[in-house]
């Protein structure tokens, strides 16, 4: 187990506001990295009668993100509205934000050391190349990516880089730099070094699959709350993919925060806002199925692995762990 401790709506808004407010503030962060388990355990910790956690992702800080919407607007909630969501949770020990491009994010610790000064982190890291496999086909799931093949969008970063082949409607045309997000140190290290370690826990994924209880149970310590709670450790987002693309884009198209014009049809076809909620769920939910990702091709493996091989090693250093079988090829 690595050390802990030891080393809605969507509104615009330009940047953080640290501005006083009386109402409770999180105090814990679940900073990524994407697809490496940062959902479940946020389930899990959600249970626990000391931890609220956010039932979304805000996405409140890291201002160096462009997050969009669907018409590509700029995209960040508020003030107002991030408080709210922690506002009536003020007696629980912990309020949790689970937000995964946290860690990516180059300014996302300093904004929260800023804001919440006496915050606890928590950091979840999956092998840098599952990781990567696991987010395109999330982003394909999503819609924000139109790159079925994945060797073939990994060689269409660089013109990503550029603000090209960005697929119409991405909301985070970021996270199109799978390389990027999968180089952990550089992340890690900002946090380390903004918080301490001693408010810093890293998780590793492998021992999340391989001991859920114990990692869970591991995080209960490293928080200084009740760890003999024991929630029900289901299986939490797993693989996806959409029945049909069509009706996905057409409910990506009718959020909140996207076109006036689909928004207006759509109260006129159910007029109660209450009502359109609960059919966009439920269709979201039918046109969604689970579906295992297929392996990986073997010598696309083995090139990442080396190109990433370096980050792994500088890694292993900070966080004296072994991680070796992160960047040698399975035997």
């Not at 107002?80 to 007696?91: I, N, Q, R, V």
């Not at 689909?262 to 909620?277: F, K």
Request: charged letters at 30%.
């Amino acid at each position: 187990m690595p050390p802990c401790g030891s080393r809605q709506h969507v509104s615009i808004s330009s940047e953080p506001d640290s501005t006083f407010d009386p109402r409770p503030r999180p105090n814990l962060f679940l900073v990524g990295a994407p697809k490496s388990g940062t959902t479940a355990l946020a389930t899990y910790l959600g249970e626990h009668p000391d931890v609220f956690m956010a039932p979304w992702e805000l996405n409140y800080f890291g201002t160096d993100l462009s997050f969009r919407t669907t018409t590509g607007a700029p995209s960040r909630i508020r003030l107002e509205d991030y408080l709210s969501t922690f506002s009536s949770h003020g007696s629980q020990r912990y309020r949790g934000d689970h937000s995964v491009f946290y860690l990516y994010s180059g300014d996302a610790a300093q904004e929260i050391r800023a804001f919440a000064p006496e915050a606890r982190i928590v950091v979840i890291l999956r092998n840098p190349v599952d990781q990567m496999y696991s987010e395109h086909s999330e982003l394909l799931y999503q819609g924000d990516e139109n790159i079925p093949d994945f060797a073939t969008a990994l060689e269409a970063e660089k013109d990503r880089a550029l603000g090209k082949r960005i697929p119409p409607g991405c909301r985070k045309p970021f996270a199109l730099q799978y390389r990027a997000v999968a180089r952990y140190h550089d992340q890690v290290e900002r946090y380390l070094k903004t918080f301490g370690p001693e408010r810093v826990c890293v998780v590793v994924h492998d021992d999340l699959v391989r001991d859920t209880p114990g990692a869970y149970h591991h995080v209960l310590e490293f928080l200084q709350v009740d760890p003999e709670h024991e929630p029900e450790f289901r299986v939490v987002n797993p693989n996806k993919a959409v029945r049909n693309a069509a009706l996905r884009d057409v409910l990506r198209a009718t959020t909140p925060d996207s076109s006036p014009t689909l928004r207006r049809l759509g109260r006129l076809v159910v007029r109660s806002d209450r009502a359109r909620g609960r059919l966009r769920r439920w269709l979201h939910v039918v046109n969604t199925k689970e579906r295992p990702r297929p392996m990986l091709d073997p010598a696309l493996r083995r090139r990442i692995q080396e190109e990433l091989a370096d980050d792994v090693r500088r890694l292993e250093g900070l966080l004296d762990r072994d991680l070796a079988t992160w960047r040698t090829p399975a035997t």
